[in-house]
């Protein structure tokens, strides 16, 4: 890990000196292009337009709302791309949904905190129609290249009813794809043995298809956890192999809590303490890794399954500061979301000035520095958690994005603990938010109701 931190780190120094004479990015930008047409690019088209930006959004898939919309296809879609969404039938939210909303648009106020998955992209493609903006969104338009000609970025795309490529140039790029769209596969000893289905989350669609199966849930993230709760009474058998510490409810007499897996036979797993169990069916619930194999070497930063550096806010790439990411950043409420979105179109609409390159490195050195000596990795770099309310006070002071207010955090931070200590019941709570600094919440199982946005 110190080698991996002396790296980056050397690569960032290396950048210093080779923006000693700084290219200044005041010229206005003719067009901004955001790649991506989920949560985050939709939040970063709206601000754009109220800046009065010329701007393009080139979305792969027919559809607007990203990961929020189900699709029944596994693996790939309607047009044979690959399939990008996550998500799975009778998903709810894991976080209020006041953490979520986009600023001054809120949903309906008999909406039950933690909405369906439905209800969410249903408000998202609300959300782009009352802020008109389909007409900028160019749908079926896969990005395969982003790559810097001189000043500019050449965005190169797959039409995907015509298969046809075309290169377009945009002043200004924001990407804006998504980092839960691509499944982390793990290995074990025996796995191509093993004669049983195996799946990663990712392609899970329903609850249905393991009935009286004995399954394997592996992993006890916001994936497995969820899927625990969906499969545990639909299953004969439910094997939960995970190190997660926290209070395991009563799931079912048929859920069996083990540890991590020790190795595959034809007809089962072995776990860490050699114990074994039949199975018929694994679920992978092992996470994502960022899928940015479309930026060109020539961008200026340094990504991995897991990181992206150096960013600005982590935001702005540093080395050209015509392009920006929006979600990248970990540990995050989707309102922090809405906030990298603001402060990029305000960069592309120049109504705030960046620092000088080589103080933004500097920042970014001093950040990583604090971080190393905190014990944390290279791969936590984008991590934002606990200093969230400190990062959307830093993107007030620095470009005035609207400020989020401190409550949401506040939020943020009572769910991340209510949902270990009670997850069968924490969504069945409705949030009210009292002042800009607290919260309360009351009782109300709402499991099933209604969602009060109607819109195809
Ligand atoms: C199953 C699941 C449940 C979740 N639940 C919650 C929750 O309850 N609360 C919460 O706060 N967060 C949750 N999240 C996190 C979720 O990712 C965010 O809420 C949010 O949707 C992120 O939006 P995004 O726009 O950044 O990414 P995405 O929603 O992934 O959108 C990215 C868009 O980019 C497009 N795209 C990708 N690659 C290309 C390309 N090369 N060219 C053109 N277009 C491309 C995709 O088609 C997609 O439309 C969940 C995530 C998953 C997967
Ligand atoms: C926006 O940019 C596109 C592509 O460069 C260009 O064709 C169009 O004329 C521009 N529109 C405005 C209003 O500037
Ligand atoms: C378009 O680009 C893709 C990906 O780079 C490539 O595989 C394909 O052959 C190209 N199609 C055409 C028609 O040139
Ligand atoms: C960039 O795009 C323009 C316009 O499509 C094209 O003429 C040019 O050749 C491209 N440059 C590179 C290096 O791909
Ligand atoms: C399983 O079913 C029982 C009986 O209907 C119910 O009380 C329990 O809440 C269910 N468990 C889960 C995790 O849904
Ligand atoms: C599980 O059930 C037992 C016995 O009914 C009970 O004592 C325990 O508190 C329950 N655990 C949780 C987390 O609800
Ligand atoms: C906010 O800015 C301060 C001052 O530059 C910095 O020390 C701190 O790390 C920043 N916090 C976050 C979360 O970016």
Redesign the pocket.
């Known amino acids: 890990m110190t080698s991996l931190w002396s790296s980056a780190i050397l690569c960032v120094l290396t950048l210093i000196l080779e923006v000693t004479d700084a290219l200044t990015v005041s010229k206005p930008v003719e067009r901004a292009c955001v790649i991506g047409a989920g949560y985050s690019g939709l939040a970063t088209a709206r601000y754009l337009q109220e800046y009065g930006v010329n701007y393009t959004v080139f979305e792969a898939s027919r559809h607007v709302g990203g990961t929020w919309r189900f699709d029944p296809n596994v693996g790939t879609d309607e047009d044979g791309l690959p399939l990008f969404t996550s998500m799975y039938k009778y998903l709810r939210t894991n976080t209020p949904r006041h953490t979520m909303e986009f600023d001054g648009f809120p949903f309906p106020e008999d909406t039950p905190s933690y909405p369906t998955g439905t209800c969410f992209h249903k408000y998202l493609k609300l959300f782009a129609k009352k802020f008109d903006l389909m007409k900028n969104i160019q749908l079926r338009s896969y990005v395969t290249s982003i790559k810097r000609v001189q000043d500019i970025w050449n965005i190169t795309y797959t039409r995907t009813n015509t298969r046809d490529n075309y290169t377009e140039q945009c002043d200004f790029v924001v990407v804006a794809t998504g980092e839960y769209s691509n499944p982390v596969w793990p290995k074990f000893e025996g796995q191509s043995s093993f004669t049983g289905n195996i799946i990663h989350s990712h392609d899970y669609k329903e609850p249905e298809a393991y009935a009286n199966r004995r399954v394997l849930l592996v992993g006890a993230g916001p994936s497995g956890l969820d899927l625990a709760i969906h499969l545990s009474n639909i299953t004969s058998k439910l094997v939960h192999s995970h190190h997660l510490t926290y209070?395991?409810?009563?799931f079912s007499d048929t859920y069996i809590k083990k540890p991590d897996i020790k190795s595959f036979t034809s007809n089962g797993v072995i776990f860490q303490d050699d114990s074994y169990e039949d199975i018929d069916d694994v679920i992978f619930c092992t996470g994502y890794e960022l899928a940015l194999s479309f930026l060109d070497e020539n961008t200026g930063v340094t990504k991995s399954g897991k990181f992206v550096l150096p960013l600005h806010q982590d935001v702005v790439n540093i080395r050209y500061p015509s392009m920006a990411f929006v979600g990248i950043s970990k540990g995050i409420i989707n309102r922090v979301l809405d906030a990298q979105a603001q402060y990029s179109a305000l960069l592309a609409a120049r109504k705030f000035e960046l620092p000088h390159q080589n103080d933004m490195l500097k920042m970014w050195l001093r950040r990583a520095r604090a971080l190393q000596s905190r014990g944390k990795k290279i791969v936590d770099i984008n991590v934002i958690g606990e200093a969230m309310d400190q990062y959307f006070g830093n993107l007030t002071t620095e470009a005035g994005v609207t400020r989020a207010p401190p409550v949401l955090t506040e939020i943020r931070n009572f769910n991340a603990l209510n949902r270990l200590e009670?997850?069968?019941n924490y969504r069945e709570y409705d949030y009210y938010i009292r002042d800009e600094n607290n919260f309360a919440r009351s009782y109300n199982p709402r499991m099933g109701a209604p969602c009060p946005i109607d819109i195809e």
């Open positions: 209070n395991q409810p009563n009670d997850l069968l």
